[in-house]
């Protein structure tokens, strides 16, 4: 503990301490505006932040709840039992942080945290001059930035031709057209985590074509970021996997340093680049960058903003999921992140502030209908409640635009502090080349495994999901969901792993997941992550009782063995 420091961050007078009911108790620090959630349980206490882990939403009394041991998220009704500090819905999903109490000698109590300091503040710099176009950042696309940092050139994120999940997402902005130049000349490039809107295979083939050897960093993840490169086919000799919370020097004047994200540590990370001293935070689509801990009044802070990168509740049918209910919601949701982010950036007040990472369109005709209901945040809109309440100058990025920092530090009204594109070059992508991208996924609908039903107990069986009380139903479709002709409608009973004809007599959660052929084909046949089912929109789900399935998802969206399914020796058996 010698290299931690304490935060009081609550006293309760022996008054107060007197006054605890069992049970749970709400507190305010009335100077700091925190608040707190104390249980009492006879003489033990325990005590958190009343903050929800998901997206940091309060807590208040869950009426549900007959034992007085738990507690409902404003925000989305996630539940947290306070008694034992873990989370009750999502079922098996997270833990709450606990904070230390301390009685003092008069029976009075203080509520610690144990911090420790920021990664970022060792070796600190203090700022450096910076020349008129030494530092310049440009927008390429959705997530990826290319940066000029003195002699140095780094590219975040690119995903510059080709579709995401599968074939739901494509690019709403036309890049550069000097985008695989710029990559091609970058010194190194960061890879915040394995979406494919991030790690973009169709781009890094096309980049690992000319320059295999361009040196890659990524986090050092539970889930590996390049967890498929082999079987990606994509020729890259030079990735490298950095510690978390550690600088990584580049040359004298540039270093950087990548951070886990709170909610889904196994995948997400996020990232600081310091040049002469000045930092640019890029937090990604992180939902609780570093645990809420982020450096204050850096040089320029990037962030996620659109929303709507989930099925949910588009792809969802039946009970409350009426049209009118899904628009409400969306809504709803999307002015709730808007605020989120406003927040979050007048809290860490960057001098410049750019919402990217949510430039995507679902524009195959075939999803008409998510894109129509899919409704994303405005970034323009962001920006302008940015700027009602702080001083924080932002910009919103159009393909090829420059912001040269040191102008934009020095007077964010002069002229030349962003470069916009020339007059005349398209912004927006109106024609996308689906074929290819088709073409592969159809390939997998004639493949020999799927000439034999074995295939749906080898793939379960692979994927290694179990003991949980649910029932899904699997129905393979056409682009419109109907039932595929001659394609498979199954029940997979996840208690004991079992594929029974009808639906067990025992009390079970049932979800039913139709599934377009061609990419539930792909994703079985190369054992791929179902991110491209449930976040590409590929699916259209039911479920009763109207549960998330935290475990069943979390399990086919992260944690699938990394080797693919041994098709080979099925097809020999098969024989």
């Not at 749970?24 to 929800?52: H, P, W």
């Not at 995903?159 to 130049?181: N, V």
């Not at 393909?399 to 002069?414: C, I």
């Not at 590409?536 to 086919?556: C, K, M």
Request: glycine share 6%.
């Amino acid at each position: 503990l010698l290299d931690r420091f304490t935060e009081i961050l609550l006293c309760l007078s022996p008054v107060e301490v007197a006054n605890l009911k069992e049970g749970i108790n709400f507190f305010r620090n009335k100077s700091t505006g925190q608040d707190y959630i104390l249980y009492k349980s006879k003489t033990r206490l325990k005590a958190c932040k009343n903050m929800c882990k998901h997206q940091g939403g309060l807590f208040i009394k869950d009426i549900e709840d007959l034992d007085g041991r738990s507690v409902r998220c404003t925000k989305h009704n996630w539940k947290l039992d306070v008694s034992t500090m873990k989370y009750t819905n999502p079922p098996g999903s997270f833990c709450q942080d606990e904070l230390v109490v301390e009685m003092d000698e008069e029976n009075g109590l203080l509520l610690l945290e144990l911090n420790p300091p920021n990664p970022w503040d060792s070796e600190p710099r203090a700022p450096e001059h910076l020349a008129f176009g030494e530092v310049q950042v440009t927008y390429l696309t959705h997530a990826c930035m290319d940066l000029k940092l003195g002699d140095k050139r780094m590219v975040f994120d690119p995903w510059l031709m080709g579709p995401a999940f599968a074939r739901g997402w494509w690019l709403l902005h036309e890049p550069p057209s000097d985008w695989l130049e710029r990559l091609c000349r970058a010194d190194l490039i960061y890879i915040s985590h394995m979406h494919s809107d991030h790690l973009s295979y169709p781009t890094l083939k096309k980049l690992a074509e000319r320059r295999p050897d361009i040196p890659i960093y990524v986090g050092n993840t539970e889930r590996p970021v390049f967890w498929n490169l082999n079987q990606s086919g994509v020729q890259l000799t030079n990735i490298n996997v950095v510690p978390f919370g550690i600088w990584q020097q580049v040359d004298e004047n540039l270093r950087f340093m990548i951070l886990m994200d709170g909610i889904h540590p196994e995948m997400d990370t996020c990232i600081i680049v310091e040049y002469k001293g000045h930092k640019i935070l890029n937090t990604v689509d992180c939902t609780r960058p570093n645990g809420g801990r982020l450096p204050e009044n850096v040089a320029l802070m990037m962030s996620d903003f659109a929303g709507g990168a989930s099925g949910f509740p588009m792809t969802f049918s039946g009970g409350k999921f009426t049209e009118e209910w899904k628009a409400q919601f969306i809504k709803t949701e999307r002015k709730k992140l808007l605020n989120y982010k406003a927040r979050l950036v007048k809290k860490l007040q960057p001098r410049i502030y750019c919402p990217f990472a949510g430039y995507f369109v679902e524009s195959h005709p075939s999803d008409k209908y998510i894109k129509e209901t899919n409704i994303k945040n405005d970034p323009d809109e962001l920006n302008n409640l940015i700027r009602k309440n702080s001083d924080v100058v932002t910009w919103t990025p159009r393909p090829g635009a420059t912001l040269d920092l040191s102008r934009m530090l020095k007077d964010p009204t002069d002229s030349k502090g962003i470069i916009e594109p020339p007059e005349g070059t398209k912004i927006y992508k109106d024609s996308w080349d689906f074929g290819p991208y088709l073409e592969i996924l159809n390939a997998a609908v004639g493949d020999a495994i799927f000439l034999h039903s074995s295939w749906i107990k080898e793939y379960f069986t692979w994927a290694g999901f179990k003991d949980y009380n649910l029932v899904v139903r699997m129905i393979e479709t056409d682009e419109d969901f109907s039932p595929f002709p001659g394609g498979y409608d199954y029940l997979v009973d996840f208690l004991d792993l079992s594929f029974p004809k009808e639906r067990p007599s025992r009390e079970h959660a049932y979800e039913e997941i139709r599934s377009r052929v061609d990419v539930i084909r792909h994703v079985v046949k190369n054992g791929l992550l179902w991110d491209d089912l449930y976040i590409g929109f590929q699916t259209r789900l039911q479920r009763n009782p109207d549960i998330y399935h935290h475990l069943f998802w979390n399990h086919f969206q992260i944690k699938l063995p990394l080797t693919p399914p041994n098709w080979r020796s099925f097809l020999m058996h098969c024989g």
